[in-house]
């Protein structure tokens, strides 16, 4: 059934590809954006639609709009733009949130919450279960951002719990893909723009920390999905970690891949794939220098609360949503490479 849909942080890379998905669905999608780490090109191709709209606005502010549900992901995720300004962090996820709360109880739409595996922080676990209450330093420099999606997460429980508000909270791990902002710091994109510029990849600490990536598309499938599994289903009965006890819960559901890659090994991966589309002939990489072998890779310091490892237990989304991640990590990582290639052709890169 046709539904008027809102997506904030809809202009940026996970958004924009969530509102790809929500029009060929046939839906009406409405998009709240500021536009700091997102840009109008993402979404563009829609501009013009009768069934879209795009509206630059700050989610710090409230509005007056009417929807049937909402998907709340305006955040800066890269800790590059997250940590730049961090009190507009922590009232992006505070007051943000707060906000599209609000409208979902006005207006009786059901919300989804983009919530994030760094509500784990640094974990002493693996893989991480949605019952692990996690390990977060609060004042560290990553606190803005770990501990504003764990407020976003307790405002989204208080309103289902005191409001009735239909919640739904997804815990996103690494995602990655085309439109990826460039420039946005984190590893994926970094990795790639220097593979393909032939500059040294820039390996923080030793590289043996570890994260697990999840290709877009397949990230996409399991959001929708989540959002539309009957509220009943969100319920499980589980001993509840905050008493001890037997009781019905509803909890978050973690979505991302659960294969999990040193960032040595990813290194590895990326230079699989560079290497093969460069001996494949692309014409964009014919010009571009190659680094020898010893020179490919350049060791940098270890940001301050960088988490050791990363991997999530998907056994929830799997069972709930039927849902399960279908990309091999080569060949995201080559739909990615082809975007930023295709960038590099038109001198945009
Ligand atoms: P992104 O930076 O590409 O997109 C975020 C979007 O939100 C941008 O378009 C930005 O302009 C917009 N935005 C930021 N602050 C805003 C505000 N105050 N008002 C209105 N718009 C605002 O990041 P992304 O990777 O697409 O992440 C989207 C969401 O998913 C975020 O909430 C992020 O925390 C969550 N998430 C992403 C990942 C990932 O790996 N990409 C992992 C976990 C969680
Ligand atoms: N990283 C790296 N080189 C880079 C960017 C990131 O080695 O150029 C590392 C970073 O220290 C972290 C991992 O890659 O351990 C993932 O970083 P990203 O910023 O992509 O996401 P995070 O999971 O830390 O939020």
New binding site residues.
Partial sequence: MRKRILVTGGAGFLGSHLVDRLMMMGHDVLVLDNFFTGQKLNVSHWIGHPNFELVRHDVVNPIMIEVDQIYHLACPA??QHYQANQIKTIKTNFMGTSNMLGLAKRTKARFLLASTS?VYGDPEVSPQKETYNGNVNQTGPRACYDEGKRVAETLTYGYHYQDSVDVRVARIF?TYGPRINPFD????S??LIQALKGQPL????D?S?T?SFCFIHDLIDGMIALMNVKDDQMVERIVDPAHGKMADVHLPVNLGNSKEFT?RQLVDVIFEVVDSLRQAGEPALQHLPVLEAEDRVQYLP??VD?PRQ?RPDIERAKTLLNWEPKWELKDGIKEMALYYIQQIKTGQL
Avoid: A, L
Avoid at 185 to 188: E, F, I, L, P, Q
């Fill in positions: 890269s800790p760094e690494n710091g984190r590893v994926m970094n990795f820039t390996v923080y600490g590289g920390q994260r960032i270890m940001p960088d990363r």
